[in-house]
C-alpha cells in the first residue's frame, strides 16, 4: 500500500487540472499577447482564472498577478515594496519562521542596507502581537507573517495583525505569505487588512510552476521582472496559460468545500496523532491543541530516532513524508522553524512531519499508524550509544 | 589555427617489447575520452607517436580537457597542420605561427627543429631548419636564434603536409588504463577513496567497486552520489563496475552482538572480505582503499592491521602518507571534491561509538568476531547475492 503524507511539499494534480493544462497546451495554445483569434482564445482561460481567485478573495481582478509560484510572490512583495517606498522608511519587520522564500530575500534586503526586525514565536511556533506592536516604528514599511507554518502548522493571528496595523500605522504593508493556508482557511484580504498575499498552485492541487501575488490597489510596488509588459506591466513575461488556467481550476474546486475539507483532514490529524499515542516518547511539535495548528500537518517527533532513519523506513513501506521541511532537507543543520521555538536537539533531530489533502485517506492513515507501530520499537533498538 | 594535437608518452616509451600493447591501450583511452567532445577525430600511431587529427571545427579547449583525463599521455603539443607544401607557402606560414603564438613584446629565443619523415619533399632538415629560421627572423624581428639553450622550440615535421608546433599542455602522465590488471576499489561516498581510485587507475589499472549501502540510514541520494562519484572516477579510469552492496543486516548484527567501540572495525573487516568476493568475481588483483594512516580512529597502525589480516590479496593504499589537506587538493583537481562534500553523508553515524577502539588487539577483535559465528554466514551469502550492480562510463 502507498501512503502519501507530503501535501506540504506537493499535491497530486487534480484530474480536471490535468485536464485543462493539456487541452491548453494542444488546443488552445495561442499566447494570450497576440492578436488573432488563438491568443483571444487563450486569454480566456486567464480572465476565467482571474476571476474565480478574485471572487474566493473577494478583491477586485486587476489585484491578482500571476507569477511562477510561492517563491516569486514572496521576492515580489518584499523587494518590490523595500525598493519603491525606500524614501519612506527601509524598515521590515518579519518573524523568525517564514519559510526561506520570505527568510532569503529578507536577508538580502539586509545586506543591502534595509533593517530586518525577526520577531520571535512561542513554543507553539505562534507571534504575540504584543511583540509585533513593541517592534512597530513609523519608518516599518512592510510586514511580512506567514498565515500557516509550513514545518510544524502553527496559525499565526494575521487577522489581528492587519487590524492593528491599519488602526495604528496605516502607512505600513501588510504582506501575508499564504502558500500553506490558501484552500485550507477562508482568507478576506480586504476585511482582514491584509495588502499583499502570495499563494502557490502546486499545494492545492494545482500545476508546479504557478502561483499568484494579490497586490492592494493601495500599494505602491515595483515589478520584479521587466519585460514585455504583460499583467499591466507589473509582471512580464508570456502567460504560463496551462499554469493559470489549473490554479484557477485548482482553487475553485478546493475552496467549493473548505470546511469539509478541513474536517476531513482534522479527523485524520487526530487519528494519527492518537494512533502513534502508545509508542512511547512521542513529542508533537507545534500547537498542542491538534485543532488550534493547521489541519494538514502534524510534526511528530519520535525520539530517539533520526528523521531520515525513519523517513527511509517509511518510503520503504510505501510511505512518504518529510524530515522537517522539505526545502530545509537541502541544507545541512537544523531549521529555523525548530531552532525558533526552542526545540531541544534530539526533538529537533527526530521530527517527522506528515501533512495531508483532502485526497487523503483513512486507510492511509490507519496503514501508516499499523507500519509506525511495526518500525519504530525496532529502529530504537539502534541508536547510538 | 590548431587542427591536431601530437600525444607524448613518457614511460611507454620504455616497455620494451610490450611496446605496442601499451600504444594500443593508449589510443583505445584517447578515442573513448574523445567521445564526449565537439568535433569528429582521428587518432594515427605514425613511427612512434600518436597524432590526433581533428576533421574539421571541433572544441579545442574541450578536447584538451578530454586528452588530460587520458593516463599515459605526458604531453599534448597542439599543432599547425600546412596542407599546401610549397616551399615559400610553408616558410610564410611558420612565420605567421611565430608571429600568432609568440606576438611581439616579449622577445624570445628560438630554434628550429625540422624532421622529414617523407624523403619525397626536395629540401632536407638541415636546409628546413636554416630557410624556416630565417623566415621567421624577417617576420618576427622580435625573435633571435639561440640554437643553445632557446626559449622556444619550434618543432617542424615533414609528412604527407607539414605539421608545426612549439607548445605542450602536461598530461596526467602514468599509463594507459587496462595495461597493467585490475583492482577493486572500495568507494564511499567521501573524500578520499575516488582519489585513491583515480591514483591507481594512473598506474593503468582497470578499476571496479564495491560500494555499502546502509538503507534506511543512509539514503537513496546517498548512493546516487557515490555513483556519481564512479562516474568522476571514470572518466579517468573508464568503464568501473559498481557493486552497490546493501550491508544494513550485517551492521546491525554486529551492532547487536560485539563491543560497540569494536564495531568500525569489525564492520571495515566485513567490508574487505565482501570486496573480496566481487574482487575475485571482476579478476581483480588487489583492493584499493582511501585510508591514510591515523587520519581516523579506523586508520590507526593498529586498525589497520586489523583490517588488513582478513585480506588475501594485496591491499593498495595510495593515500596512505597523505594527509587531510594534500588528498582534498587531488580531489579538487580531479574533481571530484564538490560531490564528495554534499551533504547525503551516511546518516549511519549511529552506528559509530563516541568513542571508538584506537588500539585495537587482533585477537580481541576476532574474539569479538566469533559472536557473530552463527549469523554471519547467512547474512554476507544473501550480502552478496542481492547486491545491484551497474557499469558507469565517463562519457557525458
Known sequence: MEAYLDNSATTRCYEEVAD??????????GNPSSMHQKGVDAEKYIRKSTEILSGILKVKPG??????????????????????????????????????????????????????????????GVLDIQDLANAMTEDTVLVSVMMVNNEIGAVEPVAEIGEMLRSRYPDTYFHVDAIQSFGKYPICPKRMHIDMLSVSGHKIHGPKGSGFLFIDQRVKINPLIYGGGQQNGMRSGTDNVPGIAGLGTAAARICASLKENAEHMYSLKERLAEGVSDLGNIYINGPSDLRKGAPHILNISFQGIRSEVLLHTLESRGISVSAGSACSSHRRGGSATMEAIHAPREIMES????????????EEINYTVQVLHEVVPGLRRFTRK | MYQAFL??????GIKGKNRHLFEDALVHHIVRALKRVDGTFEV?????????????????EGAIEALKTVFGIAGISPVLIIEDMDYDNVKAQVAAFVKAVYPEGTPRTFKVVARRPNKKYPHDSMELNADLGEAVLL???????????????????????????SET???PGGMPVGSNGSAELLLSGGIDSPVAGYMIAKRGVKIDAVYFHAPPYTSERAKQKVVDLAKLVARYAGQIRLHIVNFTDIQMAIYEKCPHEELTIIMRRYMMRIAEIFAEQDGALGLITGESIGQVASQTAQSLLCTNAVCTLPVYRPLIGFDKQEIVDRAQQIGTFDTSILPYEDCCTIFVAKHPVTHPILKVIERSEHKLDDVIGPLMKEAVETTETIVVDGEN
Open chain 1, 63 to 124: 489585484e491578482i498577478y500571476f507569477t511562477s509560484g510561492g517563491t516569486e510572490s514572496d521576492n515580489w512583495a518584499l523587494f518590490g515594496t523595500a525598493l519603491a517606498n525606500r524614501r519612506r522608511g527601509r524598515r521590515i519587520i518579519t518573524t523568525a519562521i517564514e519559510h526561506s522564500a520570505i527568510a532569503a530575500p529578507a536577508a538580502a534586503l539586509e545586506a543591502m542596507g534595509y533593517e530586518v526586525v525577526r520577531l520571535p514565536v512561542g513554543r507553539d
Open chain 2, 169 to 171: 599542455i602536461p598530461g
Open chain 2, 7 to 12: 600525444i607524448k608518452y613518457a614511460e611507454i
Open chain 2, 44 to 60: 594515427t600511431r605514425e613511427m612512434g607517436r600518436i597524432y590526433v587529427r581533428a576533421d574539421g571545427d571541433f572544441d579545442y
Open chain 2, 139 to 165: 617576420g618576427c624581428p622580435w625573435m633571435k636564434v639561440d640554437v643553445h639553450n632557446p626559449d622556444v622550440v619550434l618543432s617542424v615535421e615533414v609528412r604527407q603536409s607539414v605539421y608545426v608546433y
Open chain 1, 351 to 362: 521530527s517527522v512531519r506528515f501533512s495531508f489533502s483532502e485526497l487523503t485517506t483513512m
Open chain 1, 20 to 29: 485543462i493544462v493539456r487541452k491548453t497546451m494542444l488546443e488552445d495554445y
